[in-house]
């Protein structure tokens, strides 16, 4: 099956820098690349996603990028602000939404 | 257009009861998957269900766990004769299809 890994565990950044979260995966057959926030209590929420037919994908100050060729991508969060706090979870997806989670990403923005 | 709902939000069982988790999909989604989060962990895929039908179910544990998704109604995790390392947030999700899923907010089962 399918084996995200997510790197680092935690992180923390100062208000206004940046954050870059990394993921590898296993299966060279995923082909659509989530990036859920988990806040604290609450479900985790879609961010920024990337199929495979695209390299890199950008909403105003998150950006996905995709090498598939080594099978990781990465999330880079620009210009950091305290309620980005939260945990990040990467994720691989076969298709049908058997998604394979990361272990996740505890980001503290420090203010 | 309610998003996923969840209920309960909590869930207290004492060992060996049983635990019935529910989940309204977004109005138009016929896919539902649920998930397990232990604390400080990721999301482990448990179930996909379509319409009175299991498409996969290879992240369920063999005993104990089932789920349905009824033609009408919620879709229902059931664990039964629950142990205290059942205790873990239950997070389900709906999808219109081949697209993104939409996660709702967890039901957070204890086990006493």
């Known amino acids: 099956g399918e084996n995200v890994e997510q790197h680092p565990s935690t992180l923390s950044v100062q208000e206004g820098d940046s954050a870059v979260i990394k993921c590898t995966y296993s299966d060279s057959a995923s082909n659509y690349f989530p990036w859920y926030k988990q806040e604290l209590g609450k479900g985790p929420q879609l961010i920024i996603d990337?199929?495979?037919?695209?390299g890199e994908k950008k909403d105003q100050r998150i950006a996905v990028t995709l090498n598939k060729t080594a099978k990781h991508f990465s999330l880079h969060i620009t210009e950091t602000q305290p309620e980005d706090s939260a945990v990040y979870f990467c994720?691989?997806?076969?298709?049908?939404?058997?998604?394979?989670f990361g272990t996740g990403t505890k980001l503290q923005v420090i203010p | 257009n309610a998003g996923v709902m969840q209920n309960p939000r909590h869930l207290v069982r004492r060992r060996g009861q049983e635990a019935r988790l529910r989940c309204s999909p977004m109005k138009g989604h016929s896919h539902v998957y649920w998930y397990r989060q232990l604390p400080e962990e990721g999301l482990k895929f448990m179930v996909y269900l379509q319409k009175e039908n299991i498409i996969d179910e290879s992240g369920m544990p063999k005993e104990r766990f089932s789920a349905e998704f009824p033609k009408e109604g919620p879709s229902i995790l059931r664990i039964q004769q629950v142990v205290r390392g059942d205790s873990a947030a239950y997070f389900c999700a709906s999808s219109p299809g081949a697209s993104e899923a939409f996660f709702g907010q967890g039901t957070r089962l204890t086990v006493v």
């Open positions: 994720a691989a997806d076969l298709g049908y939404q058997k998604v394979t």
């Open positions: 990337i199929r495979s037919n695209v």
